[in-house]
């Protein structure tokens, strides 16, 4: 049996997959999706159905490659790697600049400005696209204390991650796919993902007209492609 497990980045919940799941189920593929319970749905954290059958497939969105757990990202055959990063606050000015973005961020969770914060941060997501273009984003409707509390810890594991997860599958595929207008991941920590994968072990894709949602038709078409030839 063929299975993907899908892990959403900061602010994200489980919904954000759900064209893809589609897709991939039409195909005869086993999908689950991690939650990390920022909303009002509860915190769920999926494992390998058939460990050692078939391929299995991670994908990750952004921070969702520090949210996997050990035992899932060690049990992968392959990991797809969207806008993703080992270290999201690099050194020199562009790191400042974050540390002081993600410290203001951490400010206004729990304020007034709760929401409009988390407005401007889906905005800078879908870039170039318009916000429309996402899923409809329950936390924008309120955040209940605990996925609040969730919110903050995850931007402290932002400013404080530096190398790829614990566990890393050394021998597992991997497929990059980095968008040249993200406006949330720097140019520096996208390249320091490269040059922190084993050497040969992986494909990078890098996509001029995209950004940080990678949410596209396209790519999700580029994706399937790639995890046929797997």
């Known amino acids: 049996m063929n299975q993907v497990i899908a892990v959403h980045g900061w602010a994200g919940d489980a ?7 589609r897709r991939f189920e039409h195909q005869g593929w086993h999908w ?6 920022y909303g009002t749905d509860e915190p769920h954290q999926p494992s390998w159905s058939q460990p050692n059958s078939g391929q299995r497939v991670v994908m990750a969105h952004s921070l969702g490659l520090h949210l996997i757990p050990s035992a899932v990202l060690s049990g992968a055959s392959a990991v797809v790697s969207l806008a993703c990063f080992s270290r999201f606050v690099p050194d020199g000015p562009a790191g400042r600049r974050l540390r002081t973005a993600l410290k203001a961020m951490a400010s206004k969770l729990g304020t007034a400005q709760e929401t409009g914060m988390l407005q401007t941060f889906l905005e800078r997501c879908a870039l170039p ?16 204390p605990p996925g609040r509390g969730r919110l903050q810890q995850d931007l402290v594991l932002l400013q404080h991650c530096s190398q790829l997860p614990a566990n890393w599958p050394e021998q597992a595929a991997v497929l990059v796919v980095q968008g040249e207008q993200d406006a949330i991941v720097c140019d520096q920590s996208r390249k320091g993902l490269l040059q922190d994968l084993p050497a040969g072990r992986f494909q990078q894709i890098s996509l001029p007209d995209e950004g940080h949602a990678l949410v596209t038709p396209s790519v999700l078409a580029l994706v399937e492609k790639w995890v046929e030839n797997v």
């Open 15 to 21: 919904t954000v997959w759900r064209t893809w799941q």
């Open 32 to 37: 689950q999706s991690f939650e990390r319970g």
């Open 129 to 144: 696209h318009p916000v429309t273009a996402l899923p409809a984003n329950p936390l924008l409707q309120g955040l209940a």
